[in-house]
């Protein structure tokens, strides 16, 4: 018997081992040889036995928990977070990210022409998910008043519900506070989200909601 395939397919061996069973029950002499070593009559557990050891394993046990191996769901790894690279990769990421809009934003909206203008000083503060193509990411800068504006946020369905937006934003926060930033506001909440920005702090009325950030340390 040829070894398993990259995939193995847990019913299809079951069914073998039934299959060889039911041929030896009907006296198949290949049948009860290949079960002669297991048992003096012919039963599942014989067959099941058979199926494996000719697989190269010491037991059925032992086979099956190869096929569920081999069959469990790779994980995929965490894509990276990272400030962007350039003004070309930030006008990039607007439109990955206003992708996510409904009506969608392009870096033609004054949002992003904001964001450009602090590129150079601000760049720490505009992030980008990679996996590793740009997918994602967290666009912040600071405002005339000291304070942190995050522009813009937005990740593809893939990738929401892994805790990748609560990372953006406490990483923009921690950025934010370590620029002296008293606070980091969000505009344009709609009520789907208030709960997200809620559960890291956030507060205010409508769609404009700000979270308070920590005095920075003295050094």
Partial sequence: MPPLPERPDLDQLRRQARELLRAAQHRDTQAIARMAAFAAHPTLWAAQLAIAREHGFTSWTALKAEVERRRAPVASPDPMIRPVASPAELAKAFDVIGAQFEPALTSADRRFTELAQRFVLDRSLMLVVCEPALAGGAL????????????????????????????????????????????????????????????????????????????????
């Fill in 140 to 219: 912040a800068f600071r405002t005339k008043s000291g304070d942190t504006a995050l522009r813009i946020i937005g990740l593809p369905p893939r990738l929401r519900g892994r805790g990748l937006g609560r990372r953006l934003v406490d990483q923009v926060a921690a950025e934010a506070a370590r620029f002296g930033s008293r606070s980091v506001a969000v505009g344009g909440v709609i009520a789907a989200d208030r709960g997200f920005y809620e559960r890291m702090g956030f507060h205010g009325r409508r769609s404009m909601m700000r979270k308070d950030l920590p005095f920075p340390r003295l050094l």
